[in-house]
């Protein structure tokens, strides 16, 4: 029987955690032989228990509610009472850990072979991580039905107790990501980075890519030409503005064009130009938040006569170093009407313009599907189907996700580089997932639109249940594939999937429904995440373990690093 020492397995193996073995031993062991616990030192956040382990110990420890690594056996037990943050948790009783006077190791209690076996366990397998992931979603906001929809297939813990310690920290607030990173744990991850709000504005994202573009031309061709009204441009001459501020000239009105505010989401705002007097009617606007004015692209590649754009999910594992990941699924978002070229006669028509969810649902002609391998029908269909029925109809689908790929990578390797006086801690321990809009032209080409720094996650669809467009959610048949996620999805949802709903997401009463779409994509990409994220957490290898070993047998796959 071997005697080891055991601290929190997640700060051992944080890259930021170094043993305090000669300043702390003679202390750790004269505690731990008085008091059968450990002194809460650099090692241990708080006071822990130790005992022994064997392999016929090992299952009755896992049993008792303990966290362990697989094949390791390896238990931590906090004090018995101990507070983790505002939630006491119990844990067996110190009498019952048994302790060996023949241990080699009893007499100098160190963590060093213990993150040494760890090292040795993580870095030969990283895919047995145990399913013991603690993942607090107090904050999640919108994002817990789906998170707590992939918990449940996968045996993760939730908390929705503010301060309770966890693994994972799922944000969704300014206040709460600024709050949580000041006293983020090197063995934590939180789901944000702070400053990537500012970075996926509007204008501060077209700042970074005309730079990109002046340092290297040739690879950030996909970003349209774009110009730059912060908000002071209605009251600045065009001297005095500076190098990133841009007024918008006559001719550039020989092709349409396509306003943004800075600060909008969902659609909001966004309105063609066709003429310079369209834009003085945007005054306001301006004034108010900025906004950015952006080359239309006209001649879209289209699916069965409608515009569609692509959303993809980048997951940006670690700043430092840099690791980022690409969603295998996305969504492919079209249009409500059939396409028509923008003119002064149809500018105002967004429902052939604008693929939107928020804008489209509430058009009578949108077309729910609850089929996710079909890709021929639905105003939403999963990028593998679209891709599919593409390839049907000639289309180098290849090509089409190579340049996905390569928008992506060049897309995150300019946003990290805007963190490089980041705190260390954030560059490794936040990560984030961004939403990527691409759009195709009919040569295949295709063009960033732009970056969601908060891609929604929302999982259902609403259907109008008065008004001329009335209609039925849609039933899924027992025997489908999708029927057990869409049970387990309206199961999350609640009262939100049983009764009539007045909320703001339809000027209609309605009800809300799962949509096997959204969850087929948005299910793979939040999996995928926190599965990577834990065994990025227990790897503890030094270099990080790449991109492409964490990513086995996920729904994501290895972009850079």
């Given at each position: 029987?071997?005697q080891?020492?055991?601290s929190?397995?997640?700060d051992?193996?944080?890259?930021?955690?170094?043993?305090?073995v000669?300043?702390?031993?003679?202390?750790h062991?004269?505690?731990?032989?008085?008091?059968?616990?450990?002194l809460?030192?650099?090692?241990?956040?708080?006071p822990?228990?130790?005992?022994?382990?064997d392999?016929?110990?090992a299952?009755?420890n896992?049993?008792?509610g303990s966290r362990s690594?697989?094949?390791?056996?390896?238990?931590?037990f906090s004090?018995p009472g101990?507070?983790?943050?505002?939630?006491?948790?119990?844990?067996p009783?110190?009498?019952?850990?048994?302790?060996s006077?023949?241990?080699?190791?009893?007499?100098?209690?160190t963590?060093?072979?213990v993150?040494?076996?760890?090292?040795?366990?993580?870095?030969r397998?990283?895919?047995?991580?145990g399913?013991?992931?603690?993942?607090n979603?107090?904050?999640?906001?919108r994002?817990?039905?789906?998170i707590s929809?992939?918990?449940?297939?996968?045996g993760?813990?939730?908390?929705?107790?503010?301060?309770?310690?966890?693994?994972v920290y799922?944000?969704?607030?300014?206040?709460?990501?600024?709050?949580?990173?000041?006293?983020l744990?090197?063995?934590q991850?939180?789901?944000?980075?702070?400053g990537?709000?500012?970075?996926c504005?509007?204008?501060?994202f077209a700042k970074?890519?005309?730079?990109?573009?002046?340092?290297?031309p040739e690879?950030?061709?996909?970003?349209?030409?774009?110009?730059?009204?912060?908000p002071?441009?209605?009251?600045?001459?065009?001297?005095?503005?500076?190098?990133d501020?841009?007024?918008?000239?006559?001719?550039?009105?020989?092709?349409p064009?396509?306003?943004?505010?800075?600060n909008?989401?969902?659609?909001?705002g966004?309105s063609?130009l066709?003429?310079p007097?369209?834009?003085?009617k945007?005054r306001?606007?301006i004034k108010?938040?900025?906004?950015?004015?952006?080359?239309?692209?006209s001649?879209?590649?289209?699916?069965?006569g409608l515009?569609?754009?692509?959303?993809?999910?980048v997951?940006?594992?670690?700043?430092?170093?840099l690791?980022?990941?690409l969603?295998?699924?996305?969504?492919?978002?079209?249009c409500?009407?059939?396409?028509?070229a923008?003119?002064?006669?149809?500018k105002?028509?967004?429902?052939?313009?604008?693929?939107?969810?928020?804008i489209s649902?509430?058009c009578g002609?949108?077309?729910?599907?609850?089929d996710?391998?079909?890709?021929?029908?639905g105003?939403?269909r999963t990028?593998?189907?679209t891709l599919?029925?593409?390839?049907?109809?000639?289309h180098?689908?290849?090509?089409?996700?190579?340049?996905v790929?390569?928008?992506?990578?060049?897309?995150?390797?300019?946003?990290?580089?805007e963190f490089s006086?980041?705190?260390?801690?954030?560059?490794?321990n936040?990560?984030?997932?961004?939403?990527?809009?691409?759009?195709?032209n009919?040569?295949?080409r295709g063009?960033?639109?732009?970056v969601n720094?908060h891609?929604?996650f929302?999982?259902?669809?609403v259907?109008p249940?008065?008004?001329?467009?009335?209609?039925?959610p849609?039933?899924?048949?027992?025997d489908?594939?999708?029927?057990?996620?869409?049970?387990?999805a309206?199961?999350a949802?609640?009262?939100?999937?049983k009764k009539?709903?007045?909320?703001?997401a339809?000027?209609w009463p309605?009800?809300?429904?799962?949509?096997?779409?959204?969850?087929?994509a948005?299910?793979?990409c939040?999996?995928g995440t926190?599965?990577?994220?834990?065994r990025?957490?227990?790897?503890?290898t030094?270099?990080?373990?790449?991109c492409?070993?964490l990513?086995a047998?996920?729904?994501?796959?290895?972009l850079i690093?």
């Amino acid at each position: 029987m071997v005697q080891l020492t055991t601290s929190p397995l997640l700060d051992m193996v944080s890259p930021r955690w170094s043993p305090p073995v000669k300043k702390f031993e003679a202390r750790h062991a004269s505690e731990r032989e008085k008091t059968g616990r450990c002194l809460p030192c650099l090692d241990h956040k708080r006071p822990s228990l130790h005992g022994a382990w064997d392999s016929n110990t090992a299952g009755n420890n896992q049993n008792a509610g303990s966290r362990s690594l697989p094949s390791l056996g390896l238990s931590v037990f906090s004090r018995p009472g101990a507070v983790d943050g505002k939630t006491k948790r119990t844990r067996p009783d110190s009498a019952k850990l048994s302790a060996s006077p023949k241990s080699p190791l009893t007499a100098k209690p160190t963590c060093t072979k213990v993150r040494s076996l760890m090292v040795a366990h993580t870095s030969r397998d990283l895919g047995e991580c145990g399913k013991s992931l603690v993942v607090n979603v107090s904050d999640a906001g919108r994002n817990r039905t789906v998170i707590s929809v992939v918990a449940r297939d996968e045996g993760w813990q939730l908390d929705s107790t503010i301060d309770a310690e966890a693994d994972v920290y799922v944000v969704s607030t300014e206040k709460e990501v600024h709050r949580r990173a000041r006293c983020l744990q090197p063995s934590q991850r939180m789901s944000q980075i702070p400053g990537m709000r500012n970075l996926c504005n509007k204008i501060g994202f077209a700042k970074l890519m005309r730079r990109m573009q002046r340092l290297d031309p040739e690879r950030f061709t996909f970003w349209p030409r774009s110009y730059i009204l912060p908000p002071e441009t209605v009251a600045l001459s065009q001297h005095m503005l500076d190098e990133d501020s841009d007024i918008v000239p006559s001719d550039a009105f020989h092709e349409p064009l396509i306003f943004k505010p800075a600060n909008a989401s969902c659609g909001h705002g966004i309105s063609l130009l066709m003429k310079p007097w369209d834009l003085d009617k945007k005054r306001d606007a301006i004034k108010s938040n900025g906004a950015i004015v952006q080359e239309y692209i006209s001649s879209p590649l289209l699916l069965q006569g409608l515009k569609w754009d692509l959303r993809v999910y980048v997951l940006v594992l670690s700043l430092q170093p840099l690791r980022a990941l690409l969603c295998k699924e996305g969504l492919a978002r079209l249009c409500c009407e059939p396409y028509m070229a923008p003119s002064m006669m149809n500018k105002a028509n967004i429902s052939c313009h604008l693929t939107n969810y928020s804008i489209s649902k509430c058009c009578g002609s949108y077309s729910h599907t609850n089929d996710p391998a079909d890709g021929s029908r639905g105003n939403k269909r999963t990028w593998s189907s679209t891709l599919a029925f593409l390839e049907t109809l000639g289309h180098d689908v290849n090509l089409l996700r190579d340049q996905v790929r390569e928008i992506a990578a060049a897309t995150t390797e300019a946003m990290a580089s805007e963190f490089s006086r980041a705190e260390v801690h954030v560059k490794r321990n936040c990560f984030h997932i961004l939403g990527l809009d691409i759009i195709f032209n009919e040569e295949g080409r295709g063009w960033l639109l732009e970056v969601n720094c908060h891609p929604s996650f929302c999982i259902d669809s609403v259907f109008p249940a008065e008004g001329p467009f009335a209609e039925a959610p849609l039933e899924v048949s027992p025997d489908s594939p999708e029927a057990p996620v869409m049970m387990a999805a309206r199961a999350a949802m609640g009262a939100k999937a049983k009764k009539l709903c007045r909320c703001l997401a339809h000027h209609w009463p309605h009800r809300h429904a799962p949509c096997a779409v959204d969850l087929a994509a948005k299910t793979a990409c939040m999996s995928g995440t926190l599965e990577v994220v834990q065994r990025d957490l227990y790897a503890a290898t030094c270099p990080p373990p790449c991109c492409a070993e964490l990513a086995a047998g996920t729904g994501l796959e290895a972009l850079i690093g």
